[in-house]
């Protein structure tokens, strides 16, 4: 865990950038316009906005100019969670918001969206075009008798398209959801038959690893087991006719039709986003238009510092919410930038070749993304043009301090390094951005405005510079307004209100320094305990992984029934690496060196791989499961894998263990 103490960090912002960034004319004007603090920057403010939480998101309403149709008789109605009342009374759409650009004259030309496949040529969709694209199809959708409330799905890749469906189901009150096409039958239906959807957008395959995949069969499978669909649109990304019974794309989005924005209450549902369903039927979150809008304009448009003039490309697919992250970049006025294609192709170096053509000023990818460029001797700098990214941010797993440093030495010098943390569950950040704060390596710059985030120990006690429970103690408006099918709410409780009564507690170790940064150890539920000392999983990952033979590992700890404690070491290996005694011994080495002595694993196992949810996170509560004796069947479900075959190895050493 790196130290409270005060080292040098590795990035300060300067006077003018402090100065120009958003956050700091939102003090400035919050503090004129609401009593915010004038003085004590970001601390001050961050103080402010969970102390008086009503004030803040007032505030953030008013410096984002959100057009209620009708306004709220107060911002918080109830503030108990589960069940907070945001803005009651108000109504808006979040698709107006997100179109409004387009009304500029001085915008409507320019791109709002700049669409990347694999050949990393940009094709620009103006703000003009998006919004008649949208207008067309909204009106489509109304006359296929789709209501405020009924759910329209999509079985798409980033493509413009997948954007322009969303923002069309949003202007007539629908709620979508969307899988990605590699996503199989099994793990859409999984997903999809749960909210029962009305309309199914699709295409006919997809192009990855510079090959096509035909996905036809799979649709067909989908359209037989959803029976509740009343239309299929057909996207023909690889030139095939539409199917019997499909709506032509082209002639639902043709129209020159002005949109029509359904006003629905703040609490409407927009979107239904998905748990990684490891262990069971992924959870259906259910998000609201207004809590969804407001919380993204903060994220973006302060934390983010994106605006008019800004280009945002984070590498996601359809099926993570950070894809529905990215296209709330349009809220800023901000120019979203969609890939469709493979993160490593044609080399490893792909992203970056990405973020030159498109100009982006923030880059956002995964932090497996960074350590493999690392592995791989990728110079970003050195074979691209990157002088216009000013930010690099990362998710999905904790950012290794090596990967800080790496970025700092191959991107640049002057580069803010945004390491973020929150979850499909809130699709936001608990932590992570501040443009006006230093980055100090390995760290979080420090919690999120409006999240009043602490670290717990068991007891609720609050904890500084120690390792604890991940809690957020205050309502965020982005928090799930319920789950699907979750008619008491009770799965919903049970999910982040069992362990302390009315606070939300994420699943995730980490501790708060007493300079305020954050530092993410993992998931709790899968947390090394050797002897009373507490360690996550990532911190193991980022040592191990330093060693150049390790590609990747996935370590594991059980409690045995004579009361003994089994850590086992799995290690993918680099081509041509040997798990032999000596790389053994360093890899014992480097834990011992680095973390601690107790953390040493009992037992070092080579593996043909790590297993990953369908959005690239690694498989760790079910591989426990597995090795103490969970069938396959019972320990995952087994859609929600990347690879069920690997599943079956540590199913393997479980059968075989003495």
Known sequence: MPSAANPTPL??????????????????????????????GYEALHRWSVTELDTFWKAIADWFDIRFTTPCTRVLGD????????????SLNYADHALRTATDPARADTPAILHVDETHEPRPVTWAELRRQVGSLAAELRAIGVRPGDRVSGYLPNIPEAVVALLATAAVGGVWTSCAPDFGARSVLDRFQQ????VLFTVDGYRYGGKEHDRRDTVSELRAELPTLRAVVHIPLLGTDAPEGALEWSELTSADTEPVFEAVPFDHPLWVLYSSGTTGLPKAIVQSQGGILIEHLKQLGLHCDLGPGDRFFWYTSTGWMMWNFLASGLLTGTTIVVYDGSPGYPDTGAQWAVAERTGATLFGTSAAYVMACRKAGVHPSRDHDLSRVKCVATTGS??????FRWLHDEVREDLWIASVSGGTDVCSCFAGAVPTLPVHIGELQAPCLGTDLQSWDPHGKPLIDEVGELVVTNPMPSMPIRFWNDPDGSRYHDSYFDTYPGVWRHGDWITLTSRGSVVIHGRSDS????????MGSADIYEAVERLPEI?????????????????PLFVHLAPGAVLDDDLRARIKQTIRENLSPRHIPDDIIEAPGV?????GKRIEVPVKRLLQGTPLEKAVNLGSVDSVELLRFYEDIARNRP
């Open 11 to 40: 990035w300060k912002p300067d006077e003018e950038f402090i100065a120009e960034a958003q956050i700091t004319r939102f003090q400035a004007w919050a503090s004129e316009h609401h009593g915010a603090p004038a003085d004590g």
């Open 79 to 90: 503030r108990s969670m589960p069940g907070a009342e945001w803005f009651p009374g108000a």
């Open 195 to 198: 909210v029962e959807p009305v």
């Open 398 to 403: 904790p950012l290794p301090p090596d990967g």
């Open 527 to 534: 947390t090394l305990n050797r002897q009373g000392v507490r």
């Open 551 to 567: 590609r990747e590992s996935l370590v594991i700890g059980l409690e045995q029934p004579d009361g003994g404690y089994w850590m």
């Open 611 to 615: 297993p990953h949810t369908l959005t």
